[in-house]
């Protein structure tokens, strides 16, 4: 199928690895040409050589840190007018809300919140001028199932969720789209250090911890990054431009719940 985004520009955000890197390798398999940003330099040079090697089109590396004004606007210089925007930023550190302050609760909704409101007030106006844009936020199942250990995260990114449900049914007339995936436990470093920490506070291995939560989960694995990305790239396309304001939920049916 072709989805019929083949020479657009694309910003994906903390794209070095894990889920945003996913998701800016099936982008670019469409034919788009992406700007990957991260702020640690070496993993993105490399993702950015891989990326481009293996899909031949154009993928731009920016060294940022999105979750700043001074980020966002680097990422901009490079493409000030994205056709598509993935918003993605790291998870805040697990732990118990007791033992967070003010400034730890400023810097989750900073990550997970402000910098994805700041990057769609930057870019949605011109996607609207140009009747196209696809904008996703990568956010988190949690946003549907509360994880205890996850509380800074569970509160930004449901407030994300939120302005979205608004803002959304306001573009949309105009073929931009903003959408929400929700990824469950997939197999990356931030799944990885959510398993240790739960692990710590239960007094268990994290091989028990592990094993309990693959017996638990309906498809008995982690989801893999490839089938996050595909699911992006489709959300992106030319078709899906009668899908706004939706959280697609990515978990493998560990959501019990009906809606």
Excluded: H
């Amino acid at each position: 199928m072709d989805f019929g985004i083949k020479g657009k520009k694309a910003i994906v955000c903390a794209a070095s690895k894990g889920l945003g890197r996913a998701c800016a390798r099936s982008l670019a398999l469409e034919g788009v040409d992406v700007v990957i940003s991260a702020r640690t330099e070496g993993p993105l040079m490399e993702t950015a050589d891989a990326l481009q090697k293996e899909t031949g089109v154009t993928i731009t590396p920016v060294v940022a840190d999105v979750t700043t004004d001074e980020g966002r606007a680097a990422v901009l210089a490079v493409c000030p007018n994205p056709d598509i925007v993935v918003n993605n930023a790291g998870g805040p550190p697990p732990g118990d809300f007791r033992d967070w302050d003010r400034d730890d609760w400023i810097k989750a909704l900073d990550a997970n919140m402000l910098s994805a409101i700041f990057m769609i007030k930057a870019t949605v106006d011109t996607m609207i001028d140009r009747k196209f844009g696809r904008i996703v936020n990568i956010t988190s199942g949690a946003v549907k199932a509360p994880i205890d250990v996850l509380g800074l995260s569970n509160g930004a990114r449901s407030g994300l969720t939120g302005f979205i449900a608004g803002l959304s049914r306001k573009t949309v007339a105009s073929n931009v789209t903003i959408n929400n995936i929700l990824p469950g436990p997939f197999d990356t470093d931030r799944l990885t250090t959510t398993l240790q920490a739960a692990a710590k506070n239960r007094g268990l291995s994290v091989e028990d911890v592990t094993a309990e939560r693959l017996a638990t989960n309906p498809a008995g694995r982690f989801g893999q990054p490839g089938e996050f990305g595909d699911l992006c790239a489709y959300v992106c396309s030319a078709q899906a431009g009668y899908l706004t304001g939706q959280n697609f939920l990515i978990d493998g049916g560990a959501y019990p719940g009906t809606f």
